[in-house]
């Protein structure tokens, strides 16, 4: 490894980072879009709030449970607070295999880490109160999802166990959809969604945000996956490129089909899903697979996404934006797919990766629940009623997203 | 060549490829903001189709159109369906010359493909049926694109005549251009536009989503020049880095004095557009131009924008976004540009690039008008008068844009 | 130095170029969102003519102003008109001792450069006229900024003085915010901002178009940092990645806490401006520090955010983006904190950078109030009472940001 191989390497994983920092503003962009007007102000907060949590936390611990460099093979361990640079590292070209230095480890998958649990924000958004929700977001980045990263990507036990998941279909986003529904099983659902009379729609207020959102989210994606090669290896990161473009394209179309034939109708909605569930799709796999496999998937997963919506909604789990659809269904089927399709595929591969992704989804789900009831019975995680009908923005934050009252606004309210 | 030569360039074209993605948002963004609010779902749904078709029906049969690898010189070949990589070249440091891998060449010539469908979808906008329309821009990526595309850089006829066009002034702009001509002399006006009273504006419904738009064009853009260098040839990508941001800052000088001048008023759709003709404008011959050149080819493609926008609509081809003007008429002017200033200027080569960018804009004139002629007579493909009236998102998406009423959106209209 | 580290390097300096590109989209966004609706279309304009203004001026004599290679330790040369290339240095690894090219070097300046301008427009916004702001805004970046520029980054006096400003948090932020509050005093508040009966809160009209804005500048930040280490060094670049991330951060931490504590809501606008706030915080030192000292730079910025809004609005600085609490307070911060952390600390230099601070405060404060004082005097730089109540759009630019009424809007109100 010359030094030139090495800046090459470290440039790659630095623009991936910024890549994967991006998706933060695409959730931001996609959950205001599909929320209503009057909570807009509300989920851009905690979509600001979390990016930062997120990567405090993360350095202060999250890191160093994460990859502790030791206990391989194990359930968990820590490697203390704070960086813990390894003697004489910082500039060593042979740290990570000349990859990346440590600095770029860090910054990599703190912003990784940030995106599990903006995950949450949006299926509980709406009627959470902030606090809990804030308080919820700094744990599950600093010490839930850390541990379950452990177990793979740390060199835990599923790393030993031959459990395949090259970006994060279980560690991420089915680890994420599945706290989501832990939280919304405790949350409930927004008042007037399920009536006696069916199921009320509550259109998000903008759609050209959640459009923006997505197209950032495929943005990101690039470095979310391409970044996951962990060097710039020109057959591997270009490899992925492809696998991930043409399984989101797919799942575009998956979804486009999969709704009109369900709808009669040409679900903007559902599109924007589609990709973003062909993107869930391909990340567990994204370097096993064929330009085709990478079209099945994402097509499979796009077509997941239309009756995992109508089946979220029948069991009235309320999740405004779809993020159980996307990352828990879609998360799982990625996670299974590695056995199906690709350089992996095989009977006991697949074994593998379901009890891959339902411990991953077992523990992501069972701590999340209990986070979450400890936070209900304390502090309370429901907005009052009357808030959740006047909306977040004035009842929360005392402003309005667009063309606020003068004298309902902002922090002129305490010093005039 | 060695490893980190063949990776530091690798990693420049990924780069480019995610610059070239994200124009794709800017597309869908500038077009949002440039119809009425009523067709904003439509708009979107197209763009985000649009993605997804072009890079499926690139690897379907676009790409091995465009570089087929045979008949030099000729007007036509075909490689086969789907990805056909040469033997033993996916690791190899040897494909193109180190620039890059077999996949990073596809990813990234898929991104360039589909940007050239998006061009019509704006100048159609607000009247055109959906289904036609996708199957138009699906046929477009596969066939018509790519065959024009191997003229010059399949190593057809055009590049044996000495043609030049670096980053596609005419093979991506002006074609796209001509073949939203030809799709809206098919398709008509939309009603109320040109009344016996004279040309009725129809504002576009958001200018900070425009202006989002051109911003991120622009952003894109220095990867869709940038890129073009095919390595990361540091004096070669850094010099079109320079030229491309002149030509456009020069593109919105030369629009707002022009626009001035014959307006009396400070008119951002003008200077927005601006930017993008210069841009547009420098494409052809970025890395021939030195930055005084570039400011004049970007100030002069920023002055032709006013004109052109008053005389489409003079000559009554309604185009809500400028599309034929940014696009077409500038990609003319790139074009005949590098006849006259730069590296090649000269009377024989501003004579090939006439002839040139007259070929590739016949074929794509008559190609597009046929294709959309067949599917007049046949699906049909303007949406009935009432749906216009009423908006496209609502007639054939069940949605709003903004703040849906929502007894009258998507998915739930049928699931209820 | 070998061509692959060259390549690699030269990759780095432009993919940061673009970043900092993208934060005039970001300055864009975030102005527009914090304007009153009826201004959005001439910010918007704006912030477009300002980065094309920005960077032609730089061409034409700022960057050789700035960098004229001449005069160290001087307060002032000229390299001459236009660019001029070193002997034969085009595609010399030996430039910048093979960091990136010529053509580099200039396309990175300039995009700093013109955000230098850009700080300006947010702070006068809603009542400036457009011309002025024009005439001001291509000379401020043509010679004011270059001129303190060379002090520093040219190697002129203040270098030699041992001066510490990495990355610009006096050379650009505190620069840019005292021509702003020189701007602003000689401007004065809009109608209806300060009443007898106290403050008057004047919102913004779109909380999401601001939000968006930040995150934008803060993905750009990894490029204006990143970009400023000047190589693709990878312990110095991944270092400034995580100073600037973490400082970022806990600049959303402190403003959040702070004004929860000052004003008892979640101040979405608060939080922004903080995170705004840790980023120009951290730019002076952002190489010199380690994450803890990151950390603690950014939540002091962060503390300071609410209570310099708070502060300017009782002295009567009508600031509507807060650009003078962000860019010259934490610009200040930023400047003084390399004195008390990090590797540079020590009673020495806090008083360097105390005096540079101060030193180029004056110049930027001075001239940019003499040529503001200029304008007001001959061509006027307030638009008349008429013009603000009714709106900048409609009364500068004969458009509506959104839904126009087609009978008033843009050039067809000459063409008909």
Same mark, same amino acid.
């Given at each position: 490894?010359?030094?030139?191989?090495?800046?090459?390497?470290?440039?790659?994983?630095?623009?991936?980072?910024?890549?994967?920092?991006? @998706?933060?503003?695409?959730? #931001?962009?996609?959950?205001?879009?599909?929320?209503?007007? !009057?909570?807009?102000?509300?989920?851009?907060?905690?979509?600001?709030?979390?990016?930062?949590?997120?990567?405090?936390?993360?350095?202060?611990?999250?890191?160093?449970? @994460?990859?502790?460099?030791?206990?391989?093979?194990?359930?968990?361990?820590?490697?203390?607070?704070? &960086?813990?640079?390894?003697?004489?590292?910082?500039?060593? *070209?042979?740290?990570?295999?000349?990859?990346?230095?440590?600095?770029?480890?860090?910054?990599?998958?703190?912003?990784?880490?940030?995106?599990?649990?903006? *995950?949450?924000?949006?299926?509980?958004?709406?009627? *959470?109160? &902030?606090? #809990?929700? &804030?308080?919820?977001?700094?744990?599950?980045?600093?010490?839930?999802?850390?541990?379950?990263?452990?177990?793979?990507?740390?060199?835990?036990?599923?790393?030993?166990?031959?459990?395949?998941?090259?970006?994060?279909?279980?560690?991420?986003?089915?680890?994420?959809?599945?706290?989501?529904?832990?939280?919304?099983?405790?949350?409930?659902?927004?008042?007037?969604?399920?009536?006696?009379?069916?199921?009320?729609?509550?259109?998000?207020?903008? @759609?050209?945000?959640?459009?923006?959102?997505?197209?950032?989210?495929?943005?990101?994606?690039?470095?979310?996956?391409?970044?996951? $090669?962990?060097?710039?290896?020109?057959?591997?990161?270009?490899?992925?490129?492809?696998?991930?473009?043409?399984?989101?394209?797919?799942?575009?179309?998956?979804?486009?089909?999969?709704?009109? #034939?369900?709808?009669?109708?040409?679900?903007?909605?559902?599109?924007?899903?589609?990709?973003?569930?062909?993107?869930?799709?391909?990340?567990?796999?994204?370097?096993?697979?064929?330009?085709? +496999?990478?079209?099945?998937?994402?097509?499979? #997963?796009?077509? *997941?996404?239309?009756?995992?919506?109508?089946?979220?909604?029948?069991?009235?789990?309320?999740?405004?934006?779809?993020?159980?659809?996307?990352?828990?269904?879609?998360?799982?089927?990625?996670?299974?797919?590695?056995?199906?399709?690709?350089? !992996?595929?095989?009977?006991?591969?697949?074994?593998?990766?379901?009890?891959?992704?339902?411990?991953?989804?077992?523990?992501?789900? $069972?701590?999340?629940?209990?986070?979450?009831?400890?936070?209900?019975?304390?502090?309370?995680?429901? $907005?009052?009623?009357?808030?959740?009908?006047?909306?977040?923005? $004035?009842?929360?934050?005392? @402003?309005?997203?667009?063309?606020?009252?003068? +004298?309902?606004?902002?922090?002129?309210?305490?010093? !005039?």
């Amino acid at each position: 490894m010359n030094e030139a191989l090495f800046t090459a390497n470290n440039v790659w994983m630095l623009f991936s980072t910024v890549l994967v920092f991006v @998706m933060h503003l695409g959730f #931001a962009s996609l959950e205001a879009g599909f929320v209503q007007k !009057k909570n807009t102000v509300n989920i851009l907060f905690k979509n600001a709030m979390i990016i930062a949590i997120g990567l405090l936390t993360y350095y202060f611990c999250g890191f160093n449970l @994460m990859y502790p460099g030791t206990n391989p093979g194990g359930f968990f361990a820590f490697g203390g607070f704070g &960086l813990s640079m390894p003697e004489g590292t910082a500039g060593a *070209i042979d740290y990570a295999g000349g990859g990346y230095t440590y600095w770029t480890d860090f910054i990599f998958q703190a912003m990784f880490a940030a995106t599990a649990a903006t *995950i949450v924000s949006g299926a509980v958004a709406e009627r *959470i109160k &902030l606090d #809990a929700y &804030l308080i919820f977001a700094a744990i599950f980045v600093a010490v839930f999802y850390p541990i379950t990263g452990f177990w793979k990507w740390g060199g835990g036990w599923l790393e030993t166990a031959g459990f395949y998941d090259f970006a994060g279909s279980t560690i991420v986003h089915a680890a994420g959809g599945f706290a989501a529904l832990a939280a919304v099983i405790l949350l409930g659902p927004r008042h007037g969604k399920y009536t006696s009379k069916g199921i009320r729609p509550i259109p998000g207020h903008s @759609m050209p945000l959640a459009a923006i959102g997505v197209f950032l989210l495929w943005f990101g994606w690039f470095g979310f996956n391409g970044g996951s $090669v962990l060097s710039a290896d020109p057959v591997g990161v270009s490899l992925v490129f492809v696998t991930t473009a043409l399984a989101a394209a797919a799942g575009a179309v998956g979804a486009f089909i999969t709704s009109y #034939a369900l709808f009669k109708s040409h679900d903007l909605s559902m599109v924007l899903n589609g990709i973003l569930g062909g993107l869930v799709g391909i990340t567990a796999g994204a370097d096993l697979m064929g330009p085709g +496999e990478a079209i099945l998937i994402g097509l499979i #997963a796009g077509v *997941i996404i239309p009756f995992s919506v109508v089946f979220f909604d029948k069991i009235r789990i309320d999740d405004p934006v779809g993020a159980t659809s996307v990352h828990l269904m879609c998360g799982i089927w990625g996670t299974l797919a590695v056995g199906i399709f690709g350089a !992996k595929a095989g009977l006991g591969q697949l074994w593998t990766q379901l009890y891959g992704v339902a411990a991953v989804g077992a523990f992501a789900f $069972v701590t999340a629940f209990g986070l979450m009831y400890l936070l209900k019975v304390t502090i309370g995680i429901r $907005v009052p009623r009357e808030h959740e009908e006047r909306g977040l923005d $004035v009842a929360e934050h005392d @402003m309005h997203a667009y063309e606020a009252p003068a +004298e309902q606004t902002g922090y002129a309210l305490s010093v !005039k």
